[in-house]
């Protein structure tokens, strides 16, 4: 079965709203990842929090492991942040499991 | 830090032909992951090596994918025979035991 599940699986925002990403996972996670890729673009880490609050800019993430979810919050968004989102997890040998990401576009 | 270098960029091959994948992995990182990426089928896990020794390939295809990790410096991602199917791009990512995955920027394998 899916590992990993995104919601919402598309997002549209006008710019300067925040956006709420969440990540659900099947199994006790021992790492925690999200990723950002823009269209035709490679994966960038934005995020390692396989517990707690974690915060990078405008970026935070809250990972409640024995819940087995995961958000991100992006304040305040940018044109620029528009792409797709990755929450990706493993099961304590390194192997990840990728959700099918949320696509994240902010309009002007 | 020039991060995880992958070549070729972009790759057409015939159907039925060898193509050879390559990776560089981030100097010091112990751990090489490889990845395909669809629209159809998303992110799919395919194998990885930590300090060189193949640990899960339980994402590879059973024929015609092979993977090997000769040195640390860098990974080979090798598809005999490829057919349509494969096309697609091939990640590679390194990191630290237990640590953050840094992403190459793929190879994209086109196959006619």
């Known amino acids: 079965g899916q590992q990993v599940q995104q919601s919402p699986a598309s997002l549209v925002l006008q710019e300067g709203e925040n956006a709420e990403l969440q990540c659900n996972f099947s199994s006790t996670a021992t790492q925690l990842q999200w990723f950002y890729q823009r269209p035709g673009g490679s994966l960038v880490s934005l995020l390692y929090?396989?517990?707690g609050t974690k915060h990078t800019g405008r970026l935070t993430s809250t990972t409640v492991t024995k819940e087995r979810r995961s958000s991100l919050h992006i304040s305040s968004s940018q044109i620029t942040d528009s792409g797709t989102y990755f929450c990706a997890m493993d099961l304590n040998n390194n192997r990840i499991f990728f959700g099918d990401g949320t696509q994240l576009v902010v309009k002007p | 830090n020039a991060g995880v270098i992958q070549t070729p960029r972009h790759k057409v091959t015939g159907k039925g032909q060898e193509a050879t994948l390559w990776c560089e992995p981030i100097s010091g990182h112990s751990a090489v992951f490889w990845y395909r990426q669809t629209i159809v089928q998303g992110l799919e896990f395919l194998t990885y090596?930590?300090?060189?020794?193949?640990?899960?390939d339980s994402g590879m295809p059973k024929e015609r994918f092979s993977a090997q990790m000769p040195n640390q410096s860098h990974s080979t991602l090798k598809i005999q025979s490829t057919q349509p199917q494969d096309s697609a791009v091939y990640l590679c990512?390194?990191?630290?035991?237990?640590?953050?995955?840094?992403f190459g920027p793929g190879t994209r394998l086109l196959v006619l």
């Open positions: 090596f930590r300090n060189q020794a193949p640990i899960d």
């Open positions: 990512a390194s990191s630290l035991v237990d640590g953050t995955q840094y």
């Open positions: 929090n396989p517990s």
